[in-house]
């Protein structure tokens, strides 16, 4: 017998529409903000209100952005020779954060998917078609994770960036730092020997 | 360079006041509400909203009700002479739904603590009293977690149980099913010792 009201079950059931959100983390949630952080609760639906009216995608880059350019294609520094593709807004801050990167980004928001419905349209490749034809651009460097269908993106991306005259370069993929060669996969290490560059 | 704007940033924030949600979580989160699910985010500012001016707490066992009075207090099955004292809505629905138990609550909403400003008030322990004054509770059942703060909880619920006349009683700590005694820690043993039924 669930004796749960509506309004709570409603509660409960947007939660766990959060990812890695499940039946009994949602309770947690719902009866820590109701009890403990009810200012908390206006505070997230109020921030999910703005982000939902504010947040668009870069028209260049599809990046998220809250006034009409995002903050890398509207930096007047940053090389707009190079444009490096990657799936998701996270690969994106990994290669800025981690690397000292300071071209210009592509961000698919995805990969394509043929089975899922996600095609080149829903990957925006139109718009970097037009960003490729309009000259300029020396080189597309691609960051796509190496799954299969990551492959077939950058294999897509590749065509694309040579039929405009870009240089196409891809990311390495080998042994990570700190890795050992007796642990890593056979994959890895294949990509790793063939990739290998003059010492 | 941190290159979210004051939006994203502020959902980040918002959904990191969740309960086991840190900066990663947060910001998976709000990628995949912004990128994948708007009509999901939509409906948990709606939710959030509704369990804000909706959800109360019940004047009689302060549980978590909608419309006045919960569904156990206005349930006119339930023996009334029965009062099984918890610490949170959680417990209460483990107890509910994990065993035959059909009288009535108590939701204390946490456990006494005056270091943190906790009192007797805070529990809405005057309320129970007045309960218990009223007479008609045979037995006030104190299922409290064993911490140091429940066990010093529980012992001035005792004391105010017995001053109105009611039996008091506590739940069983001991041996769990299907636990080995071999790996019980030294105090559920001994409860367990000293909590011994007739066979």
């Keep these: 017998m669930n004796h749960y009201g509506p309004r709570l079950s409603g509660l409960i059931d947007a939660l766990r529409r959060l990812p890695g959100v499940g039946p009994k983390s949602a309770q947690r949630m719902a009866f820590h903000l109701l009890d403990r952080d009810r200012d908390g609760a206006a505070d997230l639906a109020q921030a999910l209100a703005d982000a939902l009216t504010g ?3 870069c028209p260049e880059c599809r990046m998220f952005c809250e006034d009409g350019h995002c903050a890398y294609c509207s930096d007047a ?3 707009a020779g190079q444009i490096c593709v990657v799936e998701t807004p996270a690969d994106l801050l990994a290669i800025e954060s981690g690397t000292g990167y300071r071209g210009c980004y ?3 928001m995805g990969h394509l998917s043929p089975l899922d419905g996600v095609g080149p349209d829903e990957l925006g490749l139109g718009q970097l078609e037009t960003t490729l034809a309009g000259g300029g651009v020396q080189e597309l460097i691609i960051a796509i994770n190496p799954s299969v269908e990551g492959e077939a993106t950058a294999y897509y991306l590749a065509g694309m960036g ?3 005259g870009a240089k196409v370069t891809r990311i390495a993929h080998g042994v990570p730092m700190g890795g050992e ?3 890593v996969n056979a994959s890895t290490l294949s990509h790793a020997l063939s990739g290998r560059t003059p010492a």
């Design 181 to 183: 060669l007796e642990y």
């Design 162 to 164: 040579r039929k405009h």
């Design 55 to 57: 947040i668009t995608h």
């Design 106 to 108: 592509f961000v698919l």
């Design 77 to 79: 520094r940053r090389a």
